[in-house]
């Protein structure tokens, strides 16, 4: 499974792919993997403040019903409002179409606290292993 | 190395990894929850047909002078009318009229039953039967799950797949009816014209040792017809759509089959069975609750446990089941409400992540299959 270099991630399976002070944030190709089929995504409102690693919004597979955990804190810019009628996108193109949130970074030095693209395949190989779902 | 080493396998483990299942730990069993993904495998079983791993069912005979008067007592359906070969629904309950478990009952002869239970009930179910078959001393039961694989093939080329590889003739073989002794592939198997699918389609029972070859003989059969196989996630999304109730959420210890609207597989005319005072009692002092069927209004999935309101926002009543329904493509959900809200039409609300999700109470069930 291949994840883009540049982009920041999260232990929870989040993606910022960082440009300027904001940063597009999603679910990485490993979290949609696990999760199956998305059919619903609970998006937040813009202007909403977001706070690193607590919940920003929900994705819904068939099975199962997920938290997405922030990788920034900051403030909402923009929502992928093409999920509504089409959560299925987060599964085709997680690192690019399926986007979630345009979040505006409050602090950038919270980047330090994520991995990079070397840091999250070796974690992301260690949990499928483990056999996490 | 062998990843699941600490789970039971059905005899149909191998298949699961050689077609690329995402194996999980179902109730101790290592199943897959899904093999090329939900959606697309509920879309195979509705238009093409699917071949599903259910092995972990539980299978019971019951035989003897005494097995029929035994059943009698133990199931809430009559079955002393079933004919030779006939499958029939039911519930054993207890004394409170609460399930025990749901399950099928086949006459395979006079004085000769095969039970399939359900696979989390299994244990208790056995225990549940052994306490009462005590006395009966003309009636014996035999836990032989271990001793039997099975597969489901459900969907619409479920007979043109299972056609081309035995020498029955399917055709004539009726719903809910089963070959006791039949071949497929030139194995001994029994075939059994039930599903959990809301399809037409068989569920075959074979010895553990032709797990595999059954299996491949299948999908072989099936290539030509779009074939695949079908995981857990599926299974319940098909049985949801269908109607069809799932011990644990539409049933449980508490709950009767008339509050579950099963009240057409209860032969209240049948003098004794276990529970039949306590659903006489329920049915003349009114149901506390009854399953009706949700769609959402607003935006958000019901799921299992989630509280129903009503309009004042008052919790009323609790989600069964619910999810993204593949087939009608909207949000469903089954419920458990007070019967004076239980109208099609009535306008409820589900309590999604703290706030109230507009719902209304639609005809159950939600997907039928056209009759040829």
């Known amino acids: ?133 | 190395m062998d990843e699941h080493a600490n789970l039971k396998k059905t005899p149909f483990y191998t298949m699961h990894v050689k077609y690329g299942g995402k194996v999980v730990d179902f109730g101790g069993w290592a199943l897959s929850v899904q093999f090329s993904g939900i959606l697309d495998e509920h879309h195979t079983v509705r238009r093409q047909v699917g071949l599903f791993d259910v092995s972990h069912m539980g299978e019971a005979t019951v035989k003897g002078p005494q097995a029929l008067e035994f059943l009698q007592q133990m199931v809430s359906r009559d079955i002393a009318d079933a004919k030779q070969y006939q499958v029939k629904y039911t519930h054993f309950l207890y004394p409170g009229g609460g399930c025990v478990d749901d399950l099928m009952v086949t006459k395979i002869a006079d004085n000769d039953y095969y039970l399939v239970i359900n696979a989390g009930n299994k244990d208790k179910d056995i225990a549940w039967l052994k306490a009462h078959v005590a006395a009966f001393p003309g009636a014996a039961v035999e836990d032989i799950s271990d001793a039997t694989g099975e597969v489901a093939l459900q969907g619409p080329f479920a007979q043109a797949t299972l056609q081309k590889i035995t020498t029955e003739d399917l055709a004539a073989l009726k719903y809910y009816y089963v070959i006791p002794r039949a071949k497929v592939a030139g194995i001994d198997v029994m075939i059994s014209r039930t599903g959990y699918t809301g399809e037409d389609g068989f569920e075959i029972m074979c010895d553990p040792k032709d797990g595999e070859a059954l299996w491949e003989a299948i999908m072989q059969a099936g290539a030509e017809f779009g074939i695949k196989p079908i995981g857990l996630g599926a299974r319940d999304s098909l049985r949801f759509e269908a109607g069809m109730p799932l011990y644990g959420q539409e049933l449980d210890a508490w709950t009767s089959p008339l509050e579950a609207r099963l009240a057409r597989y209860v032969s209240m005319d049948k003098p004794l069975f276990i529970g039949r005072e306590a659903l006489q009692l329920r049915q003349a002092e009114g149901l506390k609750k009854v399953l009706v069927g949700l769609e959402m209004i607003g935006r958000g999935i019901a799921r299992h446990e989630y509280p129903v309101l009503d309009g004042a926002g008052q919790a009323v009543g609790y989600v069964t089941s619910g999810m993204y329904s593949p087939t009608l493509e909207k949000n469903i959900a089954s419920a458990y409400v007070p019967p004076e809200l239980s109208a099609v039409g009535t306008e409820l609300a589900v309590e999604i992540r703290g706030k109230a999700v507009a719902a209304k109470v639609v005809k159950l069930p939600y997907y039928k299959r056209a009759k040829k």
Not at chain 1, 103 to 108: F, G, K, M, P
Request: charged share 25%.
């Open chain 1, 1 to 133: 499974m291949a994840f883009p270099a540049g982009y920041k991630y999260t232990k929870s399976h989040e993606y910022i792919k960082v440009e300027g002070n904001t940063g597009y944030v999603g679910l990485t190709a490993y979290a949609q993997d696990q999760l199956g089929d998305i059919v619903f995504v609970e998006l937040p409102e813009v202007g909403q403040e977001v706070t690193q690693g607590e919940p920003f919004g929900v994705v819904e597979s068939v099975k199962a019903v997920s938290d997405c955990y922030s990788p920034v804190s900051g403030k909402v810019l923009a929502v992928n409002d093409k999920l509504n009628d089409e959560p299925g996108t987060i599964n085709t193109d997680p690192h690019g179409e399926g986007w979630i949130v345009k979040v505006e970074l409050a602090d950038a030095a919270e980047l330090a606290n994520l991995m990079d693209v070397a840091a999250y395949e070796k974690h992301a190989e260690e949990e499928a292993k483990a056999g996490h779902h």
